[in-house]
């Protein structure tokens, strides 16, 4: 049986990427490193005296314009969305990235180059404990109209709807189904995207400062100024729930859901895994028998990832 969402993933060998962030154009040398079980996903920022660490979870979110940033003590990871996306969609929860740069390294703007790289390495699947995070009753965030809504599921579903005042995304929309859907081929690739009449604003406020064309769609009043086009009809939607599943990955450990999103932004999406760690008690730890492959409810009290 396929897990579903995947996890208990343990990488064998180590990534090593080059680039530069989006938004502050800072120099970004990435390694990724295997980690013992337990460990969450921890940064080290190697650039900075002492190496301080950063780990993966929902106390270290700082909310960050564009992008979803990480802090512990003074120390700050930016734009950690879609490594995180391309970690949980592979059902990775444990590993060490070292990184020096302030930025992660934001390559073709999907997490396609992450997760090559993170195959390349190569992966033991299935060969620890897993567990689940599993939703017990409805919950909703909101913000305008924006929303999030999550009901009970026994999978992972995310659904992203994007509205814009914009002839190209008025309306769009896309459903990801893990252990039916395939994450390398349908997810990881799409890319994040912007407005050119953006750009001066963004560039002002010292954010996008290493954005362009190879490494983000970018879409003026009319078209999609990219030479090569679209990876798919709806990339900008399927970015979106990309976005989703990284942020939603910092609550370290997958989780068992119908997710849908409305207009969402990482705003939102950090105001949802608050509310969610803030009843977790309400919620349920699921253990996965791996003899039988049977998620079976635990009675212990679920421990999310708050180091
Ligand atoms: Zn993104």
Request: charged content about 25%.
């Amino acid at each position: 049986m396929k897990t579903s969402p995947p996890a208990g993933q343990v990488l064998r060998g180590t990534v090593h990427l080059e680039g530069f962030g989006l938004h502050t154009g800072s120099a970004a040398i990435l390694d990724i490193e295997p980690a013992a079980q337990g460990r969450g996903r921890v940064f080290i920022r190697d650039d900075l005296p002492g190496r301080p660490e950063i780990t993966a979870g929902i106390a270290q979110v700082h909310h960050r314009q564009q992008c979803t940033g990480l802090r512990q003590g003074k120390a700050e990871v930016l734009t950690v969305e879609h490594l995180l996306a391309a970690l949980a969609g592979l059902g990775i929860w444990d590993a060490i990235i070292r990184l020096s740069g302030p930025e992660l390294p934001i390559l073709d703007g999907s997490a396609a180059p992450f997760v090559e790289a993170l195959l390349r390495a190569g992966l033991r699947p299935g060969s620890i404990p897993s567990s689940f995070f599993k939703l017990m009753h409805p919950v909703q965030v909101q913000q305008d109209d924006s929303w999030i809504r999550l009901e009970p599921a026994s999978s992972l579903e995310l659904d992203g709807h994007l509205e814009f005042e914009h002839i190209m995304l008025q309306d769009q929309r896309f459903s990801f189904v893990f252990g039916q859907d395939d994450f390398a081929r349908e997810l990881a690739p799409a890319r994040t995207f912007g407005f050119l009449k953006d750009e001066e604003r963004l560039r002002k406020a010292g954010l996008a400062k290493g954005a362009s064309l190879e490494n983000a769609v970018v879409i003026d009043d009319f078209s999609i100024l990219n030479p090569e086009g679209l990876r798919f009809a709806n990339e900008f939607a399927r970015h979106k729930v990309l976005d989703l599943l990284g942020d939603l990955s910092l609550l370290g450990k997958p989780l068992l859901a119908k997710v849908k999103s409305h207009k969402a932004g990482h705003g939102l999406h950090h105001d949802l895994i608050r509310k969610l760690s803030s009843e977790s008690q309400e919620h349920k730890i699921v253990q996965m028998d791996q003899m039988s492959n049977d998620p079976l409810l635990m009675v212990c009290p679920p421990e999310l990832h708050r180091a």
